[in-house]
């Protein structure tokens, strides 16, 4: 892989701790795979992933803080959580609608499944899983944006 300048936040939603520990693995080890600097902010579940986005996006407008990009790592499985929708939708949602009203690239890996196999079956792999997915789409839209504005990659 080539290695890249940028350094992105990594928002870990904590709820399933064994998915979040295979995601975060993934998305550690494609980071120090190609150079990335990261920075780890853990959150209770997927609906807190996209405040916290929105928190660091103000702050990096104020000049208080300096990131790349980010990668929402999370799970929600539809059999354990009565309001499987509703934080499906928000938080898939309001990530989106932050990243692009703030030109942040995001890297999205909260899983989405029926059952807590399919979410293991999705996170599990290190670098080949979701979590590694995360970062690579994330690289890719940090160079995308670095394009537009012909700065350096």
Same mark, same amino acid.
């Given at each position: 892989? *080539?290695?890249?300048?940028? *350094? ?19 998305? #550690? ?33 104020? =000049? ?24 499906? &939708? &928000?938080?898939? *949602? ?7 009203? &703030? ?12 059952? *807590?196999?399919?979410? #293991? ?7 080949? =899983?979701?979590? =590694? ?21």
């Amino acid at each position: 892989a *080539h290695h890249i300048r940028a *350094h992105i936040l990594i928002i870990e939603a904590r709820f399933y701790e064994d998915i979040s520990d295979l995601l975060a693995e993934g998305a #550690v080890a494609e980071c120090e795979r190609r150079g990335i600097t990261y920075e780890r902010i853990v959150v209770p579940g997927a609906l807190e992933i996209p405040q916290v986005l929105g928190a660091a996006a103000a702050a990096r407008e104020a =000049g208080r803080t300096t990131f790349d990009g980010a990668v929402a790592l999370g799970c929600v499985i539809r059999g354990e959580t009565a309001h499987y929708d509703i934080v499906c &939708n &928000n938080a898939n *949602h309001w990530l989106m609608d932050i990243a692009v009203r &703030n030109e942040v690239p995001v890297g999205n890996a909260i899983l989405t499944v029926d059952t *807590h196999a399919q979410a #293991v079956a999705r996170a599990e792999g290190g670098i080949k =899983g979701k979590g =590694g997915d995360a970062v690579r789409a994330c690289v890719r839209l940090i160079e995308t944006k670095r394009a537009f504005w012909g700065a350096p990659a």
